[in-house]
């Protein structure tokens, strides 16, 4: 059945049956034929891993490069807030984080549980599972606990950078269940499996929304046993930006950086492979779960959605982490398999603060809150693509922190326009809309009389979206 319809066939027979008494009293119900959906969403993945020649990812990759494999890649893909709990509850309730109340890494508490994708699809009718990362510090200081709006709850609990892969304790429908450090334990194979069971044990005729969400690649970058070492021979790129030279036009954050010594370029690069190489894993993930649904039979009614929570810089402008307004730290890698759209690639600008009304309208209900983004359909149908008006501009934002200081930003086609709580201000001509493009955010064009016009049109609509 085709995604997003949602059949009535109840209301309708009853209304028949009192026109027609031949008609059965209590007519057997029909199955439920909305689509599955799966969202799977790795943790501090590069924008360069996906796509990457030699391939990093060569399952996914080779999959959105088949025709007949119906993936739509948005190549123009942002995170409304490059950092991993922002993030994801932006990608739970479709609001930007200043609207979730969940700002930074220790704010998981401030989300609204009560509703969320979860929530509304569980009440509709879907069986729903979370499998693998939550919220950053969950459950929060308080006992494993199942939010609200979950069937199956497999999730990590909070634990240090050591328990990343390995000696974590997952919360297992509310009950704590520690693992150890054997090969068998590496923590994106156990959540690969637990979702292929979720896929498995899920009857045919409930849809089902299943979260699926490892720590590969997050720091410490440790790769399953058996892709220790795969890309240690791997030539990586350093673009221009790579340990910047010239920070003078930058703000005073990024002038505080030092340049990186021979020795701190080469370990970056190292981190960079490692990273690669635990993204592997991942990619053994789409695998199995794409592998599951065609087993069960049930690729051919299930959405796949593919990204990351939150960019990294691994170098670049001489940062080392996320929260930056830069490219590397605020893009995303970007997949959609729907099997009722031939294979693409998409350019409009699109936000991860859109994932939850596109959910929503896949299964057919209504978001239980207001929401900042908007549904992707009309992106994957090619019947509305050029006709529905779209977005020419991504709202951006990072409440600061002890580095970085706070800033919003937006990102059109052409430029990046970022406005910092210190009253810096950044501008990149990325496309060279009026002079040489810049696609590595090398000059700082805000204060170059050449650029006013713009930089005004700019500020005057990153007033509109902050304020929204």
């Known amino acids: 059945m085709r995604r997003g319809v949602v059949l009535r066939a109840g209301a309708t027979l009853a209304v028949l049956a009192a026109l027609t008494p031949a008609l059965p009293r209590n007519p057997a119900p029909q199955p439920d034929q909305r689509p599955n959906i799966v969202l799977i969403l790795s943790d501090d993945q590069t924008l360069d891993s996906f796509p990457h020649d030699p391939p990093v990812m060569p399952y996914l990759q080779g999959a959105v490069q088949n025709p007949s494999e119906h993936w739509t890649t948005f190549t123009n893909a942002f995170l409304s807030t490059p950092l991993c709990c922002p993030s994801r509850a932006t990608i739970l309730t479709g609001e930007y984080s200043h609207h979730t109340g969940v700002r930074t890494n220790y704010d998981g508490a401030n989300l609204d549980e009560s509703s969320t994708i979860a929530t509304w699809l569980h009440d509709s009718g879907y069986r729903t599972g979370l499998i693998g990362k939550y919220l950053n510090g969950y459950p929060f200081g308080h006992s494993p606990y199942v939010p609200v709006g979950w069937d199956r709850w497999l999730a990590k609990v909070q634990g240090n950078q050591g328990s990343i892969y390995y000696d974590y304790v997952f919360s297992d429908q509310g009950f704590a269940v520690p693992h150890g450090d054997a090969p068998q334990d590496y923590s994106t194979g156990v959540e690969t499996a637990a979702a292929v069971d979720f896929i498995r044990t899920t009857s045919a005729d409930q849809p089902f929304f299943l979260e699926l969400t490892p720590s590969a690649p997050h720091r410490p970058w440790t790769p399953a046993p058996q892709d220790v070492g ?19 036009d930058k703000p005073a954050w990024v002038r505080e950086l030092p340049p990186y010594t021979t020795e701190q370029r080469l370990a970056l690069l190292g981190i960079r492979r490692r990273s690669f190489e635990s993204v592997r894993g991942v990619d053994r993930m789409v695998s199995g779960v794409i592998q599951a649904l065609r087993d069960k039979g049930a690729l051919g009614n299930t959405v796949v959605f593919f990204l990351t929570d939150n960019g990294l810089s691994l170098g670049e402008h001489r940062w080392v982490g996320k929260t930056c307004p830069y490219e590397e730290c605020i893009r995303t890698p970007f997949a959609v398999r729907d099997p009722w759209v031939p294979a693409r690639t ?15 309208a896949l299964a057919g209900v209504q978001p239980g809150n207001p929401v900042d983004g908007v549904s992707l359909l009309p992106l994957l149908d090619r019947t509305t693509q050029g006709v529905t008006p779209w977005r020419t501009g991504v709202f ?8 970085i200081p706070g800033w919003t930003a937006i990102r059109t086609a052409d430029f990046l326009y970022v406005e910092y709580a ?9 496309t060279g809309r009026i002079g040489p493009a810049d696609p590595y955010e090398l000059t700082n064009q805000a204060a170059n009389p050449d650029y006013a016009q713009i930089a005004k049109k700019l500020a005057s609509r990153l007033a509109l979206l902050r304020a929204g």
């Open 230 to 248: 795969a890309y240690a021979q791997m030539p990586i790129f350093e673009p221009p930006s790579f340990g910047e030279a010239d920070v003078s």
């Open 346 to 360: 998409e350019t409009s600008l699109v936000s991860n603060v859109d994932l939850a009304p596109t959910i929503a």
């Open 396 to 403: 951006l934002e990072y409440v600061g922190d002890a580095h």
């Open 422 to 430: 210190t009253g810096e201000r950044e501008l990149y001509d990325l």
